[in-house]
């Protein structure tokens, strides 16, 4: 199973992004997925996750300028994010709980290998 992001890029404050990561491999299902962001010196932190129903949960700091969804049949989760700001610039990650079909009932932790987000002031 691979996690595959992209969508990152550099953007003035203000502006929005999309981010994208496609799940691919041997899946049976896929329960949550998510959002995380490391700054340069920080600990990784969450930004947003949602489950397979489509429940969503956000960090403080991004609460009504992103948004996350995803595309159950296309396995792929998306962060829409708007009036970005310097503060958000950090590497993004994407994550995944998922199940393979020859253990439907475990779930292993997957990650991607990150997309860099710059925002310029």
């Not at 199973?1 to 496609?22: D, E, H, K, P, Y």
């Not at 930004?47 to 129903?53: P, Q, R």
């Not at 969804?69 to 994010?81: E, G, H, I, P, W």
Request: charge should be positive; hydrophobic fraction near 35%.
């Amino acid at each position: 199973v691979q996690l595959q992001a992209c969508g990152g890029g550099l953007v003035q404050a203000g502006g929005s992004l999309r981010l994208s990561c496609a799940a691919s491999g041997s899946i049976f299902s896929i329960n949550n997925m998510g959002w995380y962001r490391q700054a340069p010196g920080k600990q990784r932190e969450l930004v947003a996750t949602i489950t397979s129903g489509g429940s969503t949960n956000y960090a403080d700091s991004v609460k009504g300028r992103f948004t996350i969804s995803r595309d159950n049949a296309k396995n792929t989760v998306y962060l829409q994010m708007n009036s970005l700001k310097p503060e958000d610039t950090a590497m993004y990650y994407c994550n995944a709980d998922i199940s393979k079909p020859l253990l439907p009932l475990h779930r292993s932790h997957y990650w991607g290998q990150g997309t860099l987000v710059t925002v310029s002031s």
